[in-house]
Structures are given as structure tokens and as C-alpha cells.
């Protein structure tokens, strides 16, 4: 089965820090862009950072810009998201995917029809 799987989330006081990690199952995901997104209750799924193929292009959602950072280990099959500086609005489900078509460096975060490969997500609560 062609999978992802996000681990890393759990509560967090405000300023804090986590790591997520998305790891691909049932194929390599070192020519595919990858992206975390994530969804809070009441909201629709927002895309949060991707990043491309050989780290061609990296984007992020304009309220994470200098406190998350993505990164991409292909030997571990996996992509990070560090996140620093925890707010209580980051509290949501993350969720990473992959672009299903390979070698795209479009890296488009607001066209989530264009991922696949959906995990099953990771809480993230942001909480004193």
C-alpha cells in the first residue's frame, strides 16, 4: 500500500518546539514534492510548507514563514517539518502528502487536488 506516515505531534506549551516526520511507505519518495498541510477543527485543510525534489523549491504558508522549517532525508525515505515558536493557532492535525506527479516543482499549496498519498495525520496542540 502507497502510503505516508506522520509521527511527532503532541502538546506543546506556547514558544515551544516539535518535529513531525513523514515517511513514505510502498515507494520512494525522493522524486516526488512533498507537502505538510494541516487542518483545525471547524477549518478546511490548509497547506502549510512543501518542498521539492532535490530541494529546488521550498515553500511556506505566509503565517509559519521564519518558525517552521522543512527538510528532506531521501536516504530515510522521509521529509521533517521543525516547527519553533508554537502558537496556540498552530494547534491542528498535520497531515504531509505527495505531489502525484513526480519531478513537479510546482510546490502549489493551495491545490491540494494535485497531492496523493495522504497519511492518517498527527496532533498537534499548542496549549499552556
Known amino acids: 500500500q502507497l502510503q505516508l506516515v506522520e509521527s511527532g505531534g503532541g502538546l506543546v506549551q506556547p514558544g515551544g518546539s516539535l518535529r513531525l516526520s513523514c515517511t513514505a511507505s510502498g515507494f520512494t519518495l525522493d522524486r516526488h514534492a512533498i507537502g505538510w498541510f494541516r487542518q483545525a477543527p471547524g477549518k478546511e485543510r490548509e497547506g502549510v510548507s512543501c518542498?521539492?525534489?532535490?530541494?529546488?523549491?521550498?515553500n511556506y504558508t505566509k503565517s509559519v514563514k521564519g518558525r517552521f522549517a522543512i527538510s528532506r532525508d531521501d536516504a530515510k525515505n522521509t521529509v521533517y517539518l521543525q516547527m519553533d515558536s508554537l502558537k496556540p493557532d498552530d494547534t491542528a492535525i498535520y497531515y504531509c502528502a505527495a505531489d502525484l506527479n513526480p519531478d513537479s516543482v510546482l510546490c502549489a499549496l493551495d491545490q491540494l487536488k494535485r497531492f496523493g498519498y495522504w497519511g492518517q495525520g498527527t496532533q498537534v496542540t499548542v496549549s499552556s
Open positions: 518542498i521539492t525534489k532535490r530541494n529546488l523549491r521550498i
